[in-house]
C-alpha cells in the first residue's frame, strides 16, 4: 500500500513537473517575463497591481493571472487597468499548480490572440505553499507588509530564499507601527544576500518607480531574447 502511494506521489510531481518545463518553454518562445508575486492574506499583492498596470500598460503588453481559494475579487479590482486578467481559482488549494496556469494562459491567449511580453501572476495568498512550486515563472518575488511584523523572512525563509526580489510594502504605516527595518532586512540578508529589496507604499506610490524599472529592465532582457542576469536585476 505504502509502495502505492509512493508511486501515484512520484508521477503527480513529475507530472507537474513537466508541465511547468512545458510553460517555461512557450514563455521562452514568445519572450514573454513572467514574474509570480508571492505573499500572505492581505499583504498588498492586488493593490501593488492597481497601482502597477497603469504604468506597465503604457510600455508593456502586460497581462495578469490571478489565483484565489475561492472567489474572482481581484480580477474585478484590477479590470479596466489596461491589462488583460484572469482569475483562477483554486477551490481549496493554497497555491497555484502548473496545469491551472496552463487554463489562464490559454484563457488569455483567446481573448489577447497571444502571449503578452510580460505576464503578471498573483499567487494565492500565502508564505508557504507557492514557494515550492515551480510554475514555468522567470523570477518569484516575496512580498511582505509592515503590518504583518519583521519576523517574516525568518520565519518562512523558503521563499525569501528562492525570490529574486523582495517587497516590504505599506511604508507609509511603518512608523505609526514601530516598524523595525534593520531586523526585517537583516534576516533577508542573512537568508538570500543576493535578493534585490524594495521598500515601497502601493497605496501612495511611493517607491512604486524602482520596482516598475527593475520589472522593465527584465521585460526588456527577455523580449530581446536575453538572459535574466543580474546586471538586469
Ligand atoms: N496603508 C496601506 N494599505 C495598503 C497598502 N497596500 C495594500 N493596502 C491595503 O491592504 C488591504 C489588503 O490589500 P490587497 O491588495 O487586497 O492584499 P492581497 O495581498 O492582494 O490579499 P489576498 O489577495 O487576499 O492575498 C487592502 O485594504 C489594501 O487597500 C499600502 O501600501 N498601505
Ligand atoms: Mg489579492
Known amino acids: 500500500m505504502a509502495v502505492t502511494t509512493v508511486k501515484v506521489l512520484t508521477d503527480v510531481l513529475k507530472a507537474t513537473k513537466e ?8 514563455f521562452a518562445k514568445s519572450g514573454t517575463f513572467v514574474l509570480d508575486l508571492i505573499g500572505g492574506p492581505g499583504c498588498g499583492k492586488t493593490r501593488l497591481l492597481e497601482a502597477s498596470l497603469p504604468l506597465l500598460t503604457r510600455r508593456f503588453r502586460t497581462a495578469v493571472l490571478v489565483g484565489d481559494v475561492a472567489t474572482a475579487r481581484d480580477a474585478e479590482r484590477l479590470a479596466g487597468r489596461g491589462a488583460e486578467s484572469y482569475q483562477l481559482v483554486t477551490e481549496g488549494a493554497c497555491h497555484l499548480s502548473p496545469s491551472l496556469v496552463r ?4 484563457e488569455l491567449v483567446k481573448t489577447i490572440g497571444s502571449l503578452p ?24 518575488v516575496a512580498m511582505s507588509a509592515v503590518t504583518e511584523g519583521p519576523e517574516k523572512p525568518e520565519k518562512y525563509p523558503a521563499l525569501f530564499r528562492k525570490s529574486a526580489a523582495v517587497i516590504l510594502n505599506k511604508m507609509d504605516l511603518a512608523e505609526l507601527l514601530e516598524f523595525d527595518r534593520e531586523y526585517y532586512w537583516r534576516h533577508v540578508q542573512r537568508i538570500n544576500g ?31 531574447g536575453g538572459e535574466i542576469t543580474d546586471e538586469h536585476r
Open 194 to 224: 543576493e535578493a534585490l529589496r524594495f521598500e515601497l507604499s502601493a497605496k501612495t506610490a511611493a517607491g512604486l518607480d524602482a520596482w516598475i524599472e527593475w520589472i522593465a529592465r527584465q521585460v526588456e532582457a527577455k523580449r530581446g
Open 117 to 140: 511580453e510580460l505576464l503578471i501572476i498573483e499567487n494565492v495568498g500565502n508564505l508557504v505553499c507557492p514557494a515550492s512550486f515551480d510554475i514555468g515563472e522567470d523570477v518569484k
Open 103 to 106: 487554463v489562464g494562459v490559454s
Open 19 to 26: 508541465e511547468a518545463g512545458r510553460l517555461r518553454a512557450d
